[in-house]
């Protein structure tokens, strides 16, 4: 079993924020594949980022999914459609084998 997560900007590069519907789909997408998802939509996560002098400040939304099998393509091919939707220059998909109590 692995768990999956999706870590998404609420606003794009210029600070325009998403709409509720952005996420709405995403979040339908991945409850459809996987047959559930956890969204945390209302108390979004911060992020920073460091580059040489310069630091980058986001508000992020997390999406989690479990799945059995890890198909890398098909992660793949989903991390890129979210970046041409999000426009952004990478969207940071990560898993963990885990195990069930």
Known sequence: M??????????DNDGRPFAREDFD???EEL???F???TAY?????????????ESTRDDIIIFEVMAEELE???????RAELERRFRQDEVMIRYMPIGLV
């Open 41 to 53: 939509l209302q108390a979004p996560a911060e992020g920073l980022w460091l580059q040489g002098a």
């Open 72 to 78: 890398l393509a098909d992660w793949h091919d989903r």
């Open 35 to 37: 047959k559930g998802v």
């Open 31 to 33: 409850a459809n594949r």
């Open 2 to 11: 692995h768990l999956i997560q999706i870590l998404l900007p609420r606003a």
């Open 25 to 27: 789909r995403v979040k």
